[in-house]
T-cell receptor, first 112, second 112 residues
Framework: KAGVTQTPRYLIKTRGQQVTLSCSPI?????VSWYQQTPGQGLQFLFE???????NKGNFPGRFSGRQFSNSRSEMNVSTLELGDSALYLC???????????FGDGTRLSIL | TQLLEQSPQFLSIQEGENLTVYCNSS?????LQWYRQEPGEGPVLLVT?????EVKKLKRLTFQFGDARKDSSLHITAAQPGDTGLYLC????????????FGEGTQLTVNP
């Protein structure tokens, strides 16, 4: 059974640019959540999508947005990139609430 | 303010020793999960506990959920170098919907 797939694995951008990250959940999983992991802040919740609707949102600025498609694949977009956005962005999927989340290996985003 | 306090942050032990990692909060969780993360990879789910007082065993790993569902511990018996990694606890609050709140993590190094 294929796991959660995130692309690309590595990305280098400069300040002011925008970026789109992609996540393909485990087959049959309709919930996709995004997290940001940094050495100083640890893992922080960005948002969750379920059946193409944002179901929950963390405390991140509006520059961070996402969407989910009818096949449950999800994308995350960050606009006007800042140096502090350098992080590992992780995607997790699950069938629904009360089910454990399974993580992909993340996209390492570096801002120069 | 970190909702989940994990201790210790760093632990370096010799092969064969036992260890315990703690995860504490003032909040009540509907479920609590333990993950292990290795460099360059996403967190891998080890266990989910949902009932106060619950104890789960996974080979040499024993997980306990506090009676009040506010804290948890992970005990490893006879640690091996393969146990090296970042151990993360993550709680799902009853009032937070579907988001996971993570502890800062415990970086465990088991020396041969």
């Amino acid at each position: 059974k294929a796991g959660v797939t995130q692309t690309p694995r590595y990305l280098i951008k400069t300040r002011g640019q925008q970026v789109t990250l992609s996540c393909s959940p485990i087959s049959g999983h309709r919930s996709v959540s995004w997290y940001q992991q940094t050495p100083g802040q640890g893992l922080q919740f960005l948002f969750e999508y379920f059946s193409e609707t944002q179901r929950n949102k963390g405390n991140f600025p509006g520059r961070f947005s996402g969407r989910q498609f009818s096949n449950s694949r999800s994308e995350m977009n960050v606009s006007t990139l800042e140096l502090g956005d350098s992080a590992l962005y992780l995607c997790a999927s699950r069938r629904d609430r009360d089910q454990p989340q399974h993580f992909g290996d993340g996209t390492r985003l570096s801002i120069l | 303010t970190q909702l989940l306090e994990q201790s210790p942050q760093f632990l370096s032990i010799q092969e064969g020793e036992n260890l315990t990692v703690y995860c504490n909060s003032s909040s009540v969780f509907s479920s609590l999960q333990w993950y292990r993360q290795e460099p360059g990879e996403g967190p891998v789910l080890l266990v989910t506990v949902v009932t106060g007082g619950e104890v789960k065993k996974l080979k040499r790993l024993t997980f306990q959920f506090g009676d009040a569902r506010k804290d948890s511990s992970l005990h490893i018996t006879a640690a091996q170098p393969g146990d090296t990694g970042l151990y993360l606890c993550a709680g799902e609050e009853e009032t937070s919907g579907s988001r996971l709140t993570f502890g800062e993590g415990t970086q465990l190094t088991v020396n041969p």
